[in-house]
């Protein structure tokens, strides 16, 4: 029966690979199973755990950590329709603009200030490609940097709070661990430092680089400086930096200072992002109904897999798997670290494939009770898996970001160019990645 399981989960992951939709391959493939042992194998079917299943459906929907996500995913979209990235990336541009690859630099900025008010990769990736893109080759920047900088920044959502994969993530743990918890709040707090240090490692690097070659990553000629600061560039750059300082200080304040949960906090920024658009004068019903339906089609597609993972994983615990899995690693006498190098190995391979969403309702519900027989902080585990994930978004030759970079990116732009500018980044983020691992205590986790 344990082995049945186990094929379970493998046939799931293959199907899912072979593009069959993640949401009714993984609900569906599990209540096949489920029945088929019920029915020639009711002795080893727990039908009463089966049977709770409408029951789990009630309380994922009634979740009310869960309502943070249509939340931030209206927020995110919403600043996209307001413009804000394009006025910020202007103002940064001038500002940074004497400076070797300054441009480059102003985009590594905007993209963490974009992560911490949107939290959607896709989105932000998109947005720096079409915005940017185009003014980094013009300013004569080397492909290779250009697009590897806007990859590298565009991704910075999901470490960078709120980040909707931090808010699954949380979830998910605390839903399937049973001697710990691990709070939205809480996993945004230990993201914040890895966060923000990973961001002043790529402004390092695009420094060396730029000053070590110098003609990859040319400053802006000082007459498009002039050009730009006219009459009215102190305002223009009061408003491009104190509106999103503000939602954000708004959203992650709130949360940080316990004077709001992060659903709470996700409502703030709903409404903080339109008041930002009013501003910006790009509100008119059209944008808004756009936004709402964009909005309902991402929730519905997240809680559509968050229902087939939460059949799969009743499934797969009324057949014994997680109990099976826990024996089989303690046989094998693994170590600790051993298993998280697997964990991580294979979270960071299934990256390329599949989609965030898919492994953390697929993969993290499985190797939770392993880390907690381990008796492995589920804190450290958790910004760890969401590093893991960021770095599989960028690693050729599938890296989801690098797709999303080559749809918009100008003509004469190719994709072994991207494959190369991305690299360098790759490099910083698995060395942070093992540095976190090793020294968890100097990023404020353990």
Request: contains cysteine.
């Amino acid at each position: 029966m344990e082995i049945l399981a186990i094929l379970l989960f493998v046939l799931i992951f293959i199907l899912i690979l072979k593009g069959y939709p993640v949401a009714f391959t993984l609900g569906g493939v599990s209540v096949l199973f489920g029945f088929a042992v019920y029915y020639f194998a009711p002795e080893f079917f727990h039908a009463a755990e089966f049977n709770a299943l409408a029951s789990r459906f009630k309380g994922t929907m009634d979740n009310y950590v869960l309502m943070a996500v249509p939340l931030f995913i209206f927020m995110g979209i919403m600043l996209e329709k307001s413009e804000l990235a394009e006025n910020l990336l202007e103002t940064m541009a001038i500002l940074f603009g004497k400076q070797k690859g300054g441009l480059a630099i102003s985009v590594v900025i905007v993209g963490a200030l974009l992560a911490a008010s949107t939290g959607i990769v896709g989105a932000t990736v998109v947005t720096m490609g079409l915005i940017s893109l185009p003014t980094m080759l013009k300013r004569e920047y080397s492909p290779e940097l250009a697009t590897g900088t806007i990859a590298a920044s565009g991704t910075l959502g999901q470490i960078i709070p709120p980040s909707i994969v931090l808010v699954l993530l949380a979830d998910t743990i605390s839903s399937n661990a049973t001697s710990s918890t691990v709070d939205v709040g809480t996993l945004f707090s230990a993201a914040l430092i890895p966060g923000t240090l990973l961001v002043a490692c790529y402004i390092i690097y695009i420094v060396i680089i730029a000053n070590v070659r110098k003609d990859i990553a040319p400053a802006m000629p000082p007459e498009v400086i002039a050009e730009f600061k006219g009459e009215g560039f102190g305002m223009r750059v009061v408003k491009a930096f104190v509106l999103p300082l503000l939602l954000i200080l708004s959203v992650l304040g709130s949360i940080f200072a316990g004077i709001a949960s992060p659903t709470e906090a996700a409502a703030v920024g709903a409404f903080g992002a339109t008041l930002l658009a009013i501003l910006q004068k790009k509100f008119t019903k059209k944008i808004l109904e756009e936004v709402m339906l964009q909005t309902m089609h991402l929730t519905a597609m997240v809680f559509w897999i968050l229902l087939g993972a939460t059949t799969f994983s009743l499934v797969f615990r009324t057949m014994g798997g997680d109990t099976y899995l826990v024996e089989l690693i303690q046989n094998a006498n693994l170590s600790p670290y051993a298993f998280l190098f697997i964990v991580m190995l294979i979270i960071f391979i299934a990256g390329f494939f599949i989609d965030f969403i898919e492994i953390i309702f697929i993969i993290v519900p499985v190797v939770t009770p392993v880390f907690e027989v381990y008796d492995m902080n589920m804190l450290w585990i958790g910004i760890l898996i969401a590093m893991n994930l960021q770095t599989s978004f960028l690693t050729p030759p599938f890296g989801f970001s690098l797709f999303y970079l080559k749809g918009v990116a100008p003509e004469g732009v190719t994709t072994p160019m991207i494959y190369r500018g991305i690299i360098p980044f790759i490099i910083i983020q698995i060395v942070f990645l093992l540095m976190i691992v090793f020294f968890p205590s100097v990023f404020g986790i353990m």
